[in-house]
């Protein structure tokens, strides 16, 4: 690896000794080209939705190849306006994965619509095609003259797929968009994890019917808080334009400027999602960044698995078809003695941060309460969580952070060595 990135926290003295300083799970990146940019918007006066947000919006279009972006506050309010302009409404169902953050599924619920969680697959931690399409098959009924697919235990009609890119791994979008497209479903990916990554060679971004961004600070860009909603389909960015601003009709950021007009339409009882110049300017940055970023991020992957690859961990799995954006490191730990909480806390006493990405959303008192949602209805969904760990992963990590980690990591479990080779018949 190389060792000319910027120092984020000082190096160890010596393995088995507590660091003087925290080793995050993550953290943003930000230069001085960004920070400059901030300045310039301060002294511009305009520090809200204006020209820096549609700059951002055209070179995010442009990276991605896609033909539309939006620019919004949040991820979460991406994944809100496209469920909205979908028409996902009271009488829907959407299915999703459960294993991702809650804002996934809080986004259908807010719509009124059922969630409907399909187990995951136990390499990638993506939803299951297989699956997704054994539920369709079991517990859904077609009306072909219609063109409608009802859930028949609450005939809601299921109206999109939401894919969810786990950990920057795009998911099996091939087999997903022919599901959809077969029961006349739109497909939205919810790619907060996976900005750069491809899947086919095809950008994430632009392989569903919209896609959804995050640009919150453990992410692979930054703007504070922000996100991205994309699609090819001018008529849905339009009505997301118009819903992000309050429902106020076309071009409403302009009505302050001096090509605006204080006249104006309120054309639907929208919402206040829209990005600022301020965030905007940070994302103009980071975003001329990415390919730096991800590659330090693959780099980091690479020297993880090679090193780690003797210990009762499952790695990453990276399938053929992809190209990840590698926005998390998660390891499941394999060896029966050492339990996953255990190796958190003996990680934490050592100044090294982790998470745990996710704790399955049907496991949620909220999601139990409503929906009768409990444990065992996914059973690998909740094999993984028992599991499964995120390391420190981040483009500003030293070599020196990465040693330390796995140095850690081999104190912790001792003799692992020995127990992979009993395990695979080495001895």
């Not at 995010?60 to 306006?81: M, P, Q």
């Not at 104006?264 to 960044?289: F, P, R, S």
């Amino acid at each position: 690896m190389t060792t000319s990135r910027s120092a984020l926290i000082t190096k160890k003295e010596s393995v088995g000794e507590v660091a003087d300083a925290f080793l995050p799970l993550a953290a943003p990146w930000v230069g001085p080209d960004e920070k400059q940019e901030i300045l310039q918007v301060l002294d511009s006066d305009w520090v809200t939705t204006g020209p820096r947000t549609r700059d951002f919006e055209t070179a995010f279009r442009e990276y991605i190849g896609c033909k539309e972006a939006v620019a919004v506050n949040s991820c979460t309010s991406a994944l809100h306006l496209a469920l909205s302009v979908l028409g996902v409404g009271a009488d829907g169902a959407v299915f999703t994965s459960p294993f991702t953050f809650a804002a996934t599924a809080n986004a259908i619920v807010h719509q009124g619509a059922q969630p409907i969680f399909i187990d995951i697959r136990p390499d990638t931690y993506n939803l299951d095609p297989g699956k997704l399409r054994s539920y369709i098959g079991h517990e859904c009924s077609w009306d072909a003259a219609k063109q409608i697919l009802r859930v028949k235990e609450s005939q809601r009609r299921v109206r999109a797929i939401i894919a969810v890119h786990y950990g920057g791994h795009p998911a099996e979008m091939e087999e997903i968009i022919s599901l959809a497209r077969r029961f006349q479903l739109s497909v939205v990916e919810d790619a907060a994890h996976a900005l750069g990554a491809s899947y086919r060679s095809t950008r994430v971004g632009a392989l569903g019917d919209m896609a959804c961004f995050s640009f919150y600070p453990t992410k692979n860009i930054s703007t504070g808080e922000g996100g991205m909603l994309t699609t090819n389909d001018a008529a849905l960015a339009q009505r997301a334009r118009i819903l992000t601003l309050h429902g106020i009709s076309r071009d409403a950021w302009k009505r302050y400027g001096k090509d605006g007009s204080w006249q104006y339409d309120v054309e639907e009882a929208g919402y206040k999602y829209n990005m600022t110049d301020l965030a905007a300017a940070l994302g103009i940055h980071q975003l001329k960044k990415l390919e730096l970023f991800n590659a330090r991020r693959a780099e980091l992957a690479a020297f993880y698995t090679k090193e780690l690859a003797d210990l009762p961990l499952q790695l990453p799995t990276v399938l053929p078809t992809v190209q990840s954006a590698w926005h998390l490191y998660p390891v499941q730990i394999l060896a029966d003695e050492f339990a996953r909480d255990g190796v958190i806390e003996a990680l934490h006493k050592l100044n090294i941060g982790t998470s745990v990405h996710f704790i399955p959303l049907h496991l949620m008192t909220y999601y139990q309460k409503t929906f009768g949602f409990k444990r065992g209805d996914f059973p690998v969904a909740e094999k993984v969580f028992d599991r499964i760990l995120s390391l420190p992963f981040f483009p500003r990590m030293q070599d020196e952070d990465a040693i330390r980690v796995v140095r850690s990591l081999r104190e912790i479990f001792g003799h692992a060595r020995l127990w992979r080779k009993a395990h695979t018949g080495e001895m």
